[in-house]
């Protein structure tokens, strides 16, 4: 896994796009996974702004979103259909028939789940999947004890998630699902290049444990550790329980001209 610290979530976050913009211009029709939550936001505006003032075409590009809630139908406002309208797919040039959320109302869940497994296969695998981690450790809605062999499927949210996400709901932890579809960690690692984003003093614990402790289903973002093509890109607050920070950051700053980030 690989380590990139910045000093801010801005400097982080035009990272993670330009990362993702390279991509997309290396390869049009690539197949990318997206995340939902605060963290990728600011990614998501650079990549807006690199397609209205550098032409960064998504007009081949599918893409897949890791999880929705159960019984919030896509208008809802705190639906990740409507998050993702709002921070990415309503300002760039998107085909509406690439876009792959989880339906959150289907009448058969496992049957949806099984759908949208397909659907990837389907589509060639995702070549890059964008990430966060929760404080407990989790990835998309993969919360600890979760399988490490897990598929997309049904999740029982944690009251650590659901409180950690009331702040989307006007504080009021009532109004959060109690459930969720998201893809499973075996899904996950799949994903040809995964890209994890942590920012902020309240990640701190469960990335160390991530990257530098023992693989374990309590932390479900420490298989990454076995993910061929992983990076992660933190800001310092995230980092500061790491035990090998000079090191990462030699190893980033020593990099070969090909494998430099521009």
């Known amino acids: 896994m690989e380590i990139i610290i910045q000093e801010t979530p801005a400097l982080g976050s035009i990272i993670a796009a330009r990362i993702i913009a390279k991509l997309v211009r290396t390869r049009p029709d ?19 702004r690199l397609h209205r003032e550098e032409s960064l075409d998504f007009s081949k590009v599918t893409t897949f979103n890791l ?9 809802h406002p705190q ?24 339906d959150g109302m289907a009448a058969d869940i496992p049957a949806e789940c099984a759908r949208y497994e397909a659907a990837i296969v389907a589509a060639g695998g995702i070549d ?5 981690i929760g404080t407990d450790g989790h990835i998309g809605f993969n919360e600890p004890t979760s399988s490490l062999a897990s598929r997309t499927r049904i999740k029982t949210l944690t009251e650590q998630t659901r409180a950690d996400n009331a702040r ?5 932890l009532g109004k959060v699902p ?10 996950i690692m799949d994903c040809r290049q995964v890209l994890m984003l942590a920012f902020g003093a309240n990640k701190a614990t469960a990335l160390a444990d991530a990257v530098e402790g023992p693989i374990t289903a309590m932390n479900p973002a ?10 992660c890109i933190i800001d310092e ?8 920070t000079a090191y990462y950051r030699w190893v980033y700053a020593n990099k070969p001209e090909w494998q430099q980030i521009h």
């Open 237 to 244: 607050p995230a980092a500061a329980k790491l035990q090998r």
């Open 178 to 187: 109690f459930h969720c579809i998201t893809m499973g960690v075996g899904t």
């Open 128 to 132: 890059l999947q964008l990430l966060g």
């Open 168 to 172: 989307f709901f006007e504080g009021d």
């Open 79 to 102: 639906s990740y259909h409507a998050f993702m309208d709002e921070h990415l797919f309503g300002h760039i040039n998107i085909a509406r028939e690439n876009i792959h959320i989880p």
């Open 67 to 75: 999880d929705e809630y159960v019984g919030l139908p896509p208008s």
């Open 222 to 231: 420490s298989v990454l550790q076995m993910h061929p093509v992983a990076k």
């Open 30 to 48: 690539c197949v990318l996974g997206l995340a939902t939550g605060s963290t990728p936001i600011a990614t998501y505006r650079e990549l807006v």
